[in-house]
């Protein structure tokens, strides 16, 4: 099938452009952008003007399948993902059981592909049963489909287990993401340290855990060579040691939330436990610090890090309730904040939300060009609304963002030129 879309502003993350002009796609892939004769008999979508940009690709997205149906399905959270604009979930391994077996991951994997309209690729546990302990069978997870390779939240305290398994990685050429936290500072922390803190009665954790645990892990990368990416830099004191890697040309790479890069400590208030996040919201000067950081390129990607939390988990005190926030469908919404502030570009953005990503786990989206996958986002950056979760498709509704005035909606996604989302349908 031949499909044109005419009259969109294109927003291409690879040239950083923002230009009008149409878009070409046959047989799921991109033909030809810019100006394009329409072929005969292609049918035709009037984009209106509005933002026409790749798909975004979402690094490290828990879906609640196996163990945990009733927060996230891979139906639910592909529907969700559909309507924010996602078309590619890379889904974390932290589920019940961990996948961190070949068997595990192609179980999850042929779920996903029967049940969600968007695609799904999953990485897999480091470690066996995200312990620390023992590291998986990274080979045979690797010819499973496994695209990268994480113990997520739970930082392995012993080094040598550590870089024994970063060391097998670097030999088969493996990505891993690690999170950069020192365990014991950060252990049974809510909030980061401070004089807010202090007022709330709420155990902090200090920025430091961050850079302490970027610095060890950054050690170990440097013992073995391995390719790693940080999944969440939010604080400032990171960014140097983070910059100073880059230089010295490492293989690494980092990233941050969309929560961390639109919230800071304030917004928990009167102890909102929906505002309570992993690590925890940082402060005004470390979030435009970290917003800084993605425009000049220090922060390569930007995540929603979704995390659906069933009710029963965040109506407890702030100190015992679970931390985590879905984020697939208010993560463009969100990311429109920083766009309407003047602090990062359309362009900008998108290279951050889905050419960065599909870059560094070597996938051929994240481009506005003939020859790659037409996996497309049409959305106005414009229109406002009042965010009400419980419209949410996700499973989960604890979102930080329920009854605030947002900007910008989706109005169609495509997946392999296949409309899986139309916001008028």
């Avoid at 923002?18 to 005969?40: C, F, Q, W, Y």
């Avoid at 196996?66 to 979930?89: M, N």
Wanted: aromatic letters at 6%; charged letters at 25%; a negative charge.
């Amino acid at each position: 099938m031949t499909t044109l879309l005419t009259n969109a502003r294109l927003i291409d993350p690879e040239a950083l452009t923002d230009t009008p002009g149409s878009l070409l796609i046959e047989n799921g892939r991109i033909v030809a952008t810019g100006d394009v004769a329409t072929p005969e008999g292609a049918a035709v979508v009037d984009c209106g003007g509005r933002c026409l940009a790749p798909g975004i690709v979402d690094l490290g997205v828990k879906i609640g399948e196996p163990g945990e149906r009733h927060k996230e399905s891979f139906r639910s959270a592909g529907l969700a993902a559909a309507a924010g604009g996602v078309t590619t979930i890379i889904a974390r391994p932290d589920t019940h059981p961990t996948i961190d077996t070949p068997e595990t991951l192609e179980f999850v994997t042929r779920r996903a592909a029967e049940a969600s309209p968007v695609r799904i690729r999953h990485m897999a546990a480091l470690t066996k049963g995200r312990e620390g302990r023992e590291m998986t069978e990274i080979g045979f997870l690797l010819d499973a489909g496994a695209i990268a390779f994480t113990d997520c939240d739970h930082v392995a305290t012993d080094t040598k287990v550590l870089s024994r398994a970063l060391t097998y990685a670097r030999s088969l050429g493996a990505l891993v993401m690690g999170h950069p936290q020192e365990p014991g500072l950060s252990k049974g922390a809510a909030t980061t340290s401070g004089k807010f803190a202090s007022l709330r009665g709420l155990p902090g954790v200090s920025p430091m855990a961050e850079r302490i645990g970027f610095d060890r892990d950054m050690g170990l990368v440097e013992m073995t060579g391995v390719k790693y990416h940080f999944d969440q830099i939010t604080t400032a004191r990171a960014l140097p040691p983070l910059e100073r890697a880059k230089r010295n040309g490492f293989d690494v790479t980092a990233g941050t939330s969309i929560h961390h890069l639109t919230l800071n400590e304030f917004d928990v208030g009167d102890y909102r436990t929906f505002f309570k996040v992993k690590p925890p919201l940082r402060s005004e000067d470390d979030r435009l610090a970290t917003v800084e950081a993605v425009a000049a390129g220090v922060i390569d990607i930007i995540s929603s890090m979704h995390t659906p939390q069933d009710e029963e988990s965040k109506r407890l005190p702030y100190e015992d309730a679970a931390a985590g926030a879905v984020a697939l469908e208010t993560f463009l919404p969100a990311a429109m904040r920083l766009y309407h502030a003047g602090q990062l570009s359309l362009p900008q953005l998108f290279r951050a939300m889905a050419l960065n990503p599909a870059r560094r786990l070597g996938l051929p989206q994240g481009l506005l060009a003939a020859g790659a996958p037409a996996d497309l986002v049409l959305f106005d950056p414009d229109t406002p609304f009042v965010l009400d979760r419980f419209k949410l498709r996700s499973k989960s509704k604890n979102t930080p963002f329920d009854g605030q005035r947002m900007e910008g909606r989706v109005l169609a996604t495509w997946v392999a030129g296949k409309q899986v989302y139309n916001a008028e349908a």
